[in-house]
């Protein structure tokens, strides 16, 4: 379009190239030509970009993120960096800590866990030294990331952009420890494992920058779990929302507190690859085209169990009186259902994971019997939970009932549900679980999306997290 135009001012001024006009407007129009292409043609970006641990995994890789950003530099770009612990390393500094203590805690334990992301600024900022890019390697107290003093799960309170605006200024690289902070008194604090991703969309929104770049080793956020389900297509495209519940129903791409944060101050969010040059799947607020797609994603959760409840009395302070012991023991309960029976007693039944469920059944049998003599308790393990999610289903009946019409096809009793507006959590036995996903992808639409991606090694049913 606007090489069109200029075209048009172009032949015009050939045509007219002796008069008064044309030699009046030539300056200012060479100007603004040039204005217009550096910033339309190339604009320049302020883009964070932040690296887990596999990304930062070996000497080799963290050349290759060095070079990553060069190239964004080089095509106009500010750039900021944050990272994460090289693989393995945060887990290695929570194994000593474990040696020496049976329940490490405190200042000293998000001292230790910290160290891990001073080393890989450092190694990235040497590593981007060696290809002449100028960098500034930074721990947080350095660049002023304030929290509050709950530690290990710390929240930020304040970022002091001023420096960094300084470096950016100069064209110096800020490279800034992710998973980090500093509290008022001046002791670092840790926010959490996976805490990085935090420290990128906290960083991006202090400085409004145009785009945070979450480089992992997968290429984005997909429709199901590629090992789960082959026919899983990476997504182009997923809103806050959405993405807030994949995360919290065990999706590890992201922690799920950044995905929250950069809701809250609508930073757009790209995840992607630094293992390639694909584009990945942009974190985006609801648009209305999304509103057509009914699912966007089907989770799985193979780690399930159910606890049972039962005679037990039916009165006002009942659920109160077992769920507060039950949170107080530190047990965290997803799905809760009760029934009232004839008998004028309650059943609830409620899910948690399989280690959980062992402790709870433990601690209900000692405690609870004692408020609730009555009390039965039974436990199910080997149990699953699938769900689908879209942001479309909150305007377009249906969804539900043709999710228990795809299980019931395939002969699979649903033993829980739990709903949200934008959800629809089925709990079965585990050894349905794949079948579920399968046919549940397959019924809403998304296997018949493009670019089908090839499972990663490794099975999602003895899967856990793989966290730096
Ligand atoms: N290194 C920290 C962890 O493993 C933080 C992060 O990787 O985001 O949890
Ligand atoms: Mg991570």
């Given at each position: ?29 060479v ?15 302020l883009?964070?970009k ?45 194994g ?92 670092i ?56 519940e ?33 584009s ?90 004692r408020?609730?003599?009555q ?14 999610v ?5 305007n ?9 019409a ?60 793989t966290?730096?």
């Amino acid at each position: 379009m606007w090489a069109r135009t200029e075209w048009r001012i172009v032949k015009w001024m050939i045509e007219n190239l002796f008069s008064a006009k044309v030699q009046a407007a030539a300056p200012l129009f060479v100007r603004v030509i040039l204005m217009a292409h550096t910033e339309i043609v190339s604009p320049k970006l302020l883009i964070v970009k932040k690296f887990g641990g596999t990304s930062v995994g070996t000497p080799e890789r963290i050349c290759a993120v060095a070079q990553l950003i060069a190239n964004s530099l080089s095509q106009g770009n500010q750039v900021v960096a944050v990272v994460s612990a090289m693989a393995g390393e945060t887990n290695r500094l929570v194994g000593l800590a474990h040696a020496i203590h049976s329940m490490p805690w405190g200042l000293e334990y998000d001292m230790l866990l910290a160290a891990g992301e001073q080393q890989s600024v450092a190694l990235l900022a040497l590593a981007l030294k060696s290809i002449g890019v100028k960098a500034e390697p930074l721990l947080a107290h350095q660049v002023g990331i304030r929290t509050d003093s709950l530690y290990s799960k710390a929240r930020i309170k304040n970022i002091d952009t001023e420096k960094l605006r300084r470096f950016l200024e100069e064209g110096t690289v800020p490279v800034i420890a992710g998973f980090q902070g500093v509290d008022e008194t001046d002791h670092i604090t840790t926010l959490g494992r996976g805490g990085s991703d935090t420290s990128a969309v906290a960083l991006a929104a202090a400085l409004g920058a145009d785009d945070c770049e979450i480089y992992t080793d997968v290429e984005g956020i997909y429709t199901t779990d590629p090992r789960l389900c082959p026919k899983a297509t990476k997504l182009n495209e997923i809103c806050y929302e959405e993405m807030i519940e994949l995360a919290s129903l065990g999706a590890k791409v992201m922690q799920i507190r950044s995905v929250e944060l950069a809701a809250k101050y609508r930073v757009p969010l790209h995840v992607r690859s630094s293992f390639s040059n694909v584009s990945g799947t942009r974190i985006v607020g609801e648009t209305t085209a999304m509103e057509d797609i009914l699912v966007s994603g089907v989770a799985a959760d193979s780690d399930c169990a159910r606890i049972t409840l039962k005679n037990l009395p039916d009165a006002t302070e009942t659920l109160v009186g077992v769920f507060g012991p039950i949170a107080n023991a530190g047990v965290v309960v997803d799905i809760i259902v009760q029934n009232r029976m004839e008998d004028r007693t309650i059943k609830v039944s409620f899910t948690v994971s399989e280690v959980e469920a062992r402790k709870v059944k433990a601690f209900i049998e000692e405690e609870l019997v004692r408020v609730f003599p009555q009390l039965e308790v039974e436990m199910e393990l080997g149990l699953g939970k699938v769900s689908v999610v879209g942001v479309g289903m909150r305007n377009h009946p249906g969804v539900a009932a043709k999710a228990f019409a795809v299980l019931a096809d395939i002969g699979v009793a649903i033993s829980l549900i739990a709903t949200s507006e934008i959800k629809i959590s089925m709990v079965v036995t585990r050894s349905a679980l794949r079948k579920c996903v399968e046919r549940l992808h397959e019924a809403f639409g998304l296997n018949e999306k493009e670019n089908p991606i090839k499972p990663p090694p490794g099975d999602l049913l003895e899967h856990h997290s793989t966290m730096s």
